[in-house]
């Protein structure tokens, strides 16, 4: 059998089993490394948010809204491309790879010469120049990474990736709880970032077996060039919504503000940001490899609908009960204000999950121009939102130092469910799924998501306890509601997720 072959037919999810077991095997490995990374990612945190303060959060916050927009130009949207085709060959592989690299050299040595304007955009605080100089050479090594990912990711294969990621964040916490301890401030976080990149790149060159060709394909550049410019402009645009809080707070109100609303983004991402990134590698591969079947690929999104919203609703609303004793357990009260921007962002976060796995919806059918238009419309309704709130943003009241912030978020999740509605709108088209369906995927985990925060709401108005023991009562009486109701429900997305846990566990414990 031809490598291209073997390939297809990995790609397909036919190698080492049946489709439904490769998409088993795949979202059990991209949940794991969600899981590790943020078991890590949470460790490192603490230290770090309990060593550095508040100002110094603010700096690299400020760093992080041009280091997101630029990461999007590296790659320009052929990865996505190359998930989307169905069997993309080495040639094709190896040109998105040289192109990503020599994209991110012309970036860094633009945004090198850029350093001191964006200073002058932050209250003028010339510490943002070195940092950003250093921070910007990760787009430089993450180029290197971006192409092994997504072949692994189409493969079905992303053991190495958790593993690349797991090792990479314990080498940067390292580093960075080193640095933070001996007095380095905000350099702790940007050689924590060049760490986490190094080992990553380092570790998948080392396993992944893919070596490129030294050709570049004009030809097949061309050829990415039509979904990758749509993909490109969604994600500018999509970053325009996600870093638009962070400017406008660090360049209009001040850097020990965006301090503590980078501390609430920063947590809330670790739930909104993997949810999103497990739906992504898990199931583009697979709709796309369907998409000539109109029948079947519109069952698959039902089930994926399902599938999220049964994992979305109880993770999002979880956190958000838990929020205050969660802080409190980590960082004490330090970073108080954080919390109630937290729950915003969880709240908005619900929204920007199904708008994103709408998108994957939209992707694995190569429409791009729709992935722009709904992100034209995201941005739209977060500028007019931002327009409407930005005379408050920076009031205070009765000592809350964040509450114009909260009215900025909460024009920023209206926008976001506005956003939702419309997505949902031209997903309706492509899918051929009706209007009603959708909602009676979402809504029974929505009902039973509610049910199960009201005892733990209830419980920590009626008992003092620790913070940590009140967290773990949380999670258990909710969890337990959940899962209960959900059985009583016979919810069959619950099945098959408890089925496919529990038959693993067995099949393993036989073994042994």
Request: charged share 10%; with cysteine.
């Amino acid at each position: 059998m031809s490598e291209s072959e073997t390939s297809s037919r990995k790609e397909s999810g036919e190698s080492g089993g049946t489709l439904k077991q490769s998409v088993a095997r795949t979202l059990k490995w991209n949940v794991i490394d969600r899981l590790s990374s943020q078991v890590l990612y949470l460790v490192t945190g603490v230290v770090l948010a309990r060593e550095l303060t508040q100002e110094e959060y603010g700096l690299v916050g400020a760093i992080q809204v041009f280091h997101v927009f630029a990461s999007l130009f590296v790659d320009s949207g052929f990865a996505a491309v190359l998930l989307q085709r169905k069997s993309p060959t080495r040639l094709e592989y190896s040109t998105v790879l040289w192109f990503n690299v020599a994209m991110s050299l012309a970036i860094y040595m633009l945004l090198y010469i850029l350093a001191p304007v964006i200073a002058d955009l932050f209250q003028g605080d010339v510490r943002l120049i070195p940092l950003s100089r250093v921070m910007f050479l990760t787009f430089i090594i993450n180029a290197f990474s971006i192409v092994q990912v997504n072949r692994l990711t189409k493969l079905m294969d992303t053991r190495m990736v958790a593993v690349s990621n797991s090792l990479g964040l314990v080498a940067g916490a390292v580093v960075g709880i080193y640095l933070a301890v001996t007095g380095y401030g905000a350099w702790a976080l940007v050689w924590q970032a060049i760490v986490i990149s190094v080992v990553k790149v380092a570790i998948l060159w080392l396993t992944s077996g893919w070596t490129p060709l030294w050709r570049f394909s004009f030809e097949s550049l061309r050829g990415f060039v039509r979904l990758g410019s749509g993909v490109t402009i969604s994600s500018v645009l999509n970053t325009v919504f996600l870093t638009m809080g962070s400017f406008v707070i660090g360049h209009k109100v001040s850097l020990v503000t965006l301090g503590y609303y980078t501390q609430a983004d920063k947590w809330s991402k670790m739930g909104v940001t993997s949810l999103s990134q497990v739906f992504t590698s898990s199931f583009v591969p697979l709709l796309s490899g369907v998409q000539d079947d109109s029948e079947r690929y519109a069952r698959m999104c039902g089930k994926t609908h399902r599938l999220a919203a049964y994992l979305l609703f109880p993770a999002m609303g979880l956190l958000a009960v838990m929020a205050t004793p969660i802080f409190h357990t980590l960082f004490g009260t330090k970073w108080d204000p954080s919390i109630v921007l937290f729950q915003l962002l969880l709240m908005r976060g619900i929204f920007m999950v199904l708008s994103s796995l709408y998108g994957n919806f939209m992707l694995s059918l190569a429409k791009s121009k729709l992935l722009v238009l709904t992100e034209t419309v995201k941005d739209v309704t977060s500028v007019v939102a931002v327009i409407v709130t930005l005379p408050y943003i920076a009031m205070t009241s009765g000592g809350n130092v964040v509450y114009g912030v909260e009215i900025f978020l909460w024009g920023q999740l209206v926008a976001s469910v506005v956003t939702w509605l419309v997505t949902l709108v031209y997903v309706i088209r492509i899918t051929g799924r009706p209007f009603m369906s959708y909602l009676a995927d979402l809504a029974p985990y929505v009902a039973v998501t509610t049910l199960g925060s009201l005892p733990c709401a209830l419980i920590a108005g009626a008992f003092e306890m620790l913070p940590p023991v009140l967290c773990c009562v949380e999670a258990i009486v909710f969890v337990a509601v959940y899962v209960g109701v959900n059985a009583l429900l016979k919810s069959r997305i619950q099945a098959d997720v408890l089925g496919y846990l529990f038959g693993r566990f067995m099949k393993n414990k036989m073994a042994v």
